[in-house]
Structures are given as C-alpha cells and as structure tokens.
C-alpha cells in the first residue's frame, strides 16, 4: 500500500528535551515536506527537500532541523524544543515539486 | 493581503444541497492549484487538482479564474459524509513551495 508514515503520533516532552520525529514513504518520491498546522494559520511549511541530500527552507524553519540522506526517509529534529513548537505536525511526499502531494497521519506534539 | 485566502465559515448546508466556495491567491503567475479536504484532526486528502479548462469528478467540480485570481469547488448533491474542512494550495512563489489556505469548514446538516 503506498503510504507516507511518521513515527511516534502522539509526543508530550519538556522544553529543551532533544527529539526527532521520523517521516518514511514508500512510492519513490522525490519531493518531501514537512509542515506545521495551528489553529487558524492552516499548514506552514517548515523544511522541503527536492531529492536526497537537497533540502530548503520553508516558511517557519526556525528552530527546525531536517536531513535527507535516503529517499524514502525525512526525519525532522527539534533541537531545544520550546513550547511555541507545541503544534500538529505532518510530514508529506509528491513525485515531483508542485505536484500532488500525499501526507502522513500526523504527528500531535505537546511540548511543556 | 494573504498568499491564499480562504472563508473559514461553517458553511451549514442542508442535505442535497449545492454549495460553492472560493479560494483567492495572490500571484497571477500561479500554475499549480488543488483541493484537498481534512476531517477534524487527521490528514489532509487530496480531493482534485484544478486544471485550467475546469475539471469534474462525480459531484465535485473545480474550475479556475485566472482574471480574477482564486478557484473554486462546487460540490452538488451533498452528503453528510461531506462535511469536513477543505484547503486549497497553491503556488504563489517562484519556488517549490505550494502555500496554502486556512480551509472553509462545511457542515451538511440532515
């Protein structure tokens, strides 16, 4: 079944506390994403990568690491996780830029 | 002005009915334009992508204004299994980013 995953769905952490929220598709896209969603902002896109080793910044990257060293992998990393970071999160793949895009189930992240 | 500009809404709509909405964008230049729908809390779906002759899906159908910058969706005949929240994206900058709306709640009601 093609899919996009992303691991753990749900995450409760303290501020300053180290995590990376992994992010695994299986249809051979080149093109990744990762976004944020608030309640009435909509999805901001933080990182986007256009193919392995190529990453870009999106609209809110701070305080946002992302790497691409395999295709089907896009994990992202907080460093020093901070409330304001506490959001829905969700990772997205398409063939190609500007293309369909195909999203995992989300990733709930609560950071106090 | 926003990017991409949606209504938020609800709009509650009656069973059966036909409802429209509009999503507006802010660059002429624009060439990728979709729909999506989202139910409460989960992930977004791609719905239909909006080609610039208009295009249909069963009840669904997508068009697109370039004059006047945004698109639309009209759904007819609608369901209860309708009701969700639908964002558009679309490409407003010169790069490879697809930037989107903050959705339209619609409520079908029985």
């Known amino acids: 079944e093609a899919q996009v995953t992303q691991n753990p769905r749900y995450l409760i952490t303290v501020t300053g506390k180290k995590l990376t929220v992994t992010c695994s598709q299986n249809?051979?896209?080149?093109?990744m994403s990762w976004y944020r969603q608030d309640p009435g902002l909509g999805l901001r896109q933080i990182y986007y990568?256009?193919?392995?080793?190529?990453?870009d910044k999106g609209d809110v990257p701070e305080g946002y690491k992302v790497s691409r060293k395999e295709k089907r992998n896009f994990p992202l990393i907080l460093e020093s996780p901070s409330p304001n970071q506490t959001s829905l999160y969700f990772c997205?793949?398409?063939?190609?830029?500007?293309?369909?895009?195909?999203f995992g189930p989300g990733t709930r992240l609560t950071v106090t | 002005r926003k990017e991409v500009e949606q209504d938020p809404g609800p709009f509650n709509v009656p069973e059966g009915a036909t409802v429209a909405f509009n999503c507006t964008y802010s660059?002429?230049?624009?060439?990728?334009f979709f729909w999506y729908r989202q139910d409460c809390r989960k992930e977004p779906k791609l719905l239909m992508s909006?080609?610039?002759?208009?295009n249909e899906d069963g009840r669904f159908t997508a068009q697109l204004n370039r004059a006047s910058q945004y698109i639309s969706l009209l759904i007819r005949d609608s369901k209860l299994s309708d009701s969700a929240t639908y964002l558009c994206?679309?490409?407003?900058?010169?790069?490879?980013?697809?930037?989107w709306g903050a959705g339209t709640k619609l409520i079908i009601k029985p």
């Open positions: 997205a793949s398409s063939a190609l830029a500007l293309h369909e895009q195909y």
């Open positions: 249809m051979n896209h080149e093109y």
């Open positions: 990568s256009m193919n392995v080793e190529v990453t």
């Open positions: 660059n002429s230049a624009s060439q990728s």
């Open positions: 909006v080609y610039s002759s208009g």
């Open positions: 994206a679309v490409n407003v900058k010169s790069n490879y980013q697809l930037i």
